[in-house]
């Protein structure tokens, strides 16, 4: 059996050993409800608490501002809806961006068909939001902008401090999808203006299932899911004990870890960046150079299908995933490369390549060498890059 290169750290991580550990009495020896009133019970209770304290002294924030969710998508869901409902008087106007988590798009097309209008921000070459646009896009009945602190495909961080105090400036709730970030970049609340973030705990070598929604203290939402009180009445619903200790454990250690982990996921990640740009012809990378994830790194290549490089890097024990929605059963590629410019059939040739802290330099050159191998192969089968070679070679452009 081949050796697995896991490469897919965006989509999810391995739960951390030690983050396994920390959960495993919650779920056989201190198993209590934390609604009920006896000490088995506090155990569970305790618990809960202190993974709310952890995870926002990692944003700069109160404990109480910090509420426990299913996951990303969960907590996306919940700022968007109830934000519009609580300011609905104020208007009906939201602004977010064209390269947004689907939990944020597929959202947005809900409101509109509830009669909210939505403006969708183009970004630049880089996958970067442009502030003079978001300043030109803001009305006076707009009450929510949302942007994710950097995408999930190209890994650009957005300008999410100049973009808060401009919400802040003209009163306007700023949400933003923290879920890449959260773990990867130190995120103050306060900071950068930020009223409500979202994150999921499988993004940082936590467990699946588990996620949080920070609401600044002040801020009007309704409750999301209706039922008993826990959550402080916001959030009804037995709390997933074992997941918010995985979670809390997760944060603990990801902030712990950040400086150093980082700082070798980056250096990695230009080596691997370095060796495909230089060796492998008619590749771009997509997104900002150095304004992106420390982990990410994300290509196009022309003449290359990028399912067919996925599955052939698969077949090679490599675990990456595509810029292309081909993956997901739809014939179109991703929205975030069609936003950024590039064309269909180079927004199809992609791959996103997302390190871990266990990823080794070892790796990356195994890797890029099966890339080199795998590109030419593609490209010998096509008849697009055959007539492009032909006129190459005879000096046509």
Not at 126 to 150: C, H, Q, Y
Not at 331 to 344: C, M, Q, R, T
Request: net charge negative; with cysteine.
């Amino acid at each position: 059996m081949k050796k697995v290169i896991y490469l897919d750290n965006a989509a999810t991580t391995r739960t951390a050993p030690e983050v396994v550990e920390a959960m495993l009495p919650y779920f056989s020896q201190h198993y209590g409800n934390p609604s009920s009133v006896y000490a088995l019970a506090g155990e569970s209770k305790e618990a809960i608490t202190r993974s709310r304290e952890t995870i926002a002294q990692a944003l700069g924030a109160k404990s109480n501002e910090i509420y426990f969710t299913a996951g990303g998508s969960e907590a996306d869901n919940w700022a968007l809806k109830a934000a519009v409902e609580a300011y609905e008087s104020k208007g009906k106007h939201v602004i977010t961006t064209k390269i947004e988590h689907h939990a944020i798009l597929h959202t947005c097309e809900y409101l509109e068909k509830r009669g909210f209008e939505v403006t969708y921000l183009n970004v630049d070459e880089n996958g970067v939001v442009k502030l003079e646009e978001l300043k030109k896009a803001i009305r006076p009945d707009t009450i929510l902008i949302s942007v994710m602190f950097a995408n999930n495909e190209i890994g650009t961080i957005q300008p999410i401090r100049e973009i808060g105090e401009i919400a802040k400036e003209h009163g306007i709730l700023f949400h933003t999808d923290a879920v890449q970030a959260f773990g990867q970049v130190p995120i103050s609340v306060d900071e950068y203006h930020i009223d409500m973030l979202s994150s999921s705990g499988h993004k940082l070598n936590g467990p699946k299932g588990i996620g949080f929604l920070y609401i600044r203290t002040g801020l009007k939402l309704r409750s999301f899911v209706h039922g008993g009180a826990q959550e402080r009445k916001r959030r009804a619903g037995t709390e997933n004990v074992p997941g918010i200790v995985g979670y809390g454990k997760a944060v603990e250690r990801a902030v712990e870890t950040m400086e150093e982990r980082t700082a070798k996921e980056r250096e990695l990640r230009d080596y691997l960046v370095g060796r495909v740009l230089k060796e492998i012809p008619f590749v771009r990378l997509n997104g900002h150079r150095t304004k992106r994830l420390p982990n990410n790194a994300n290509f196009s290549f022309q003449f290359v299908e990028g399912e067919s490089l996925l599955i052939m890097l698969d077949m090679e024990g490599i675990c990456a995933s595509s810029g292309s929605a081909c993956t997901s059963g739809s014939l179109d590629p991703s929205h975030v490369l069609l936003a950024i410019g590039l064309p269909h059939e180079i927004a199809h040739g992609s791959l996103r390549l997302t390190l871990g802290e266990e990823t080794t330099r070892e790796e990356i050159d195994f890797v890029v060498e099966q890339i080199k191998k795998i590109v030419q192969r593609l490209r010998d089968m096509s008849p697009l890059y055959e007539d492009f070679m032909k006129r190459e070679n005879h000096g046509e452009r």
